[in-house]
């Protein structure tokens, strides 16, 4: 059964959440200060480049940040429960069962010395404390639900089996075994080639609905969260720029970062080949060594429209709209005079 969603309407709720990794370089902003909520039923987009603090914000929502990483502040509010004041044992019960997560790898995240239906198999003897049998009559379900033939015969195979489409097959179903309010699926269909890209993501949209939960999409690819997410969060060296409903973000971005993402997409109206071609946009530069961060907006030495005071001033999100955030001085009026770009 899903957990009762927050007062709010949300099932889940981060608060200025901000996590460092400390190394012998230093102290690693990874994740400086994001909030953004989540509604059941909902699905979030959260889209950046690499190292944008993307994985590691979701990985915190499971307390699986790894060392030396740790949570230095805020909270993780999810049905009523914070997350960061709970025990480890406390998270165990919440792990797979309440947030369930498919992760970008599943060739890693299988375990190769165990069988397909032992492994899956022990998840729901665990957490739901019903026998072998029932078990391995649940998994053989869930295995036919995403699209495995034979789930009988595949109970009995091991991950170096199966091909790198069927084991990610495999990590869905495992993710639904309990039944979980809420997804995390963190670059699910990177390792695949894309016609698999394309049928992984329609099955998750698919389960998504017959299992009436939530899902947190993380990834680099704005045609991927174009075609699954509600709402979109853009994340920048750490922070939020950017956090919309998803059409509002394809129609109206407001970020100078979101609008370089979108820039960056290959459009079907124009042509990337022959005489005429047109070039793919790039962003210039680099993520910045989180380290040592710029001073003012993290975005502003790659930014196009950057102004001086943007070195100076670290902009905060404000409403540029209802329900639209951005963390942008030349969007939220911060400057007089500066037309909206």
């Not at 994001?34 to 979701?58: D, F, H, N, R, W």
């Not at 498919?102 to 397909?116: G, R």
């Not at 495992?174 to 699910?188: G, Q, S």
């Not at 943007?310 to 999100?317: A, D, F, H, R, V």
């Amino acid at each position: 059964m899903m957990p009762a969603a927050e007062d709010n309407g949300r099932l889940l709720e981060v608060k200025d959440l901000r996590i460092h990794f400390y190394t012998g370089s230093g102290v690693v902003k990874a994740v400086d200060g994001i909030s953004y909520g989540l509604k059941p039923g909902q699905t979030l987009g959260v889209a950046g480049e690499s190292g944008s603090g993307k994985t590691i914000s979701s990985l915190a929502l499971l307390r699986l940040i790894p060392r030396p990483g740790r949570i230095i502040s805020g909270e993780i509010l999810f049905a009523h429960e914070n997350l960061t004041a709970k025990t480890e044992k406390e998270m165990i019960s919440v792990r797979g069962k309440k947030i369930a997560m498919i992760f970008q790898n599943p060739a890693y995240s299988l375990n190769p010395i165990y069988s397909i239906g032992a492994q899956l198999g022990e998840i729901l003897m665990w957490h739901e404390k019903v026998g072998r049998k029932a078990a391995q009559e649940r998994v053989a379900e869930l295995l036919r639900l995403v699209g495995i033939a034979d789930p009988v015969s595949r109970l009995r195979q091991f991950p170096h089996e199966l091909s790198g489409g069927m084991k990610q097959r495999v990590c869905i179903a495992r993710a639904l075994l309990c039944n979980p309010a809420l997804v995390l699926a963190d670059e699910p269909t990177t390792n695949l080639d894309v016609t698999i890209q394309a049928q992984i993501l329609d099955l998750l949209k698919e389960l998504k609905g017959r299992f009436h939960m939530a899902m947190i999409l993380v990834t680099h690819d704005m045609g991927v969260v174009a075609r699954m997410a509600d709402r979109i969060v853009v994340m920048y060296a750490g922070r939020i720029c950017e956090d919309a409903n998803a059409n509002v973000i394809f129609r109206d971005p407001r970020h100078p970062y979101t609008k370089a993402l979108l820039e960056t997409m290959p459009r079907v109206d124009q042509s990337y080949s022959g005489d005429s071609r047109k070039r793919l946009a790039v962003i210039r530069g680099r993520i910045p060594n989180l380290i040592d961060p710029p001073a003012g907006c993290r975005f502003h030495p790659r930014c196009a429209i950057a102004r001086e005071e943007c070195s100076t001033i670290l902009p905060e999100p404000a409403e540029v709209a209802e329900g639209h955030p951005v963390s942008c001085i030349a969007q939220t009026g911060l400057l007089k005079g500066w037309e909206r770009q």
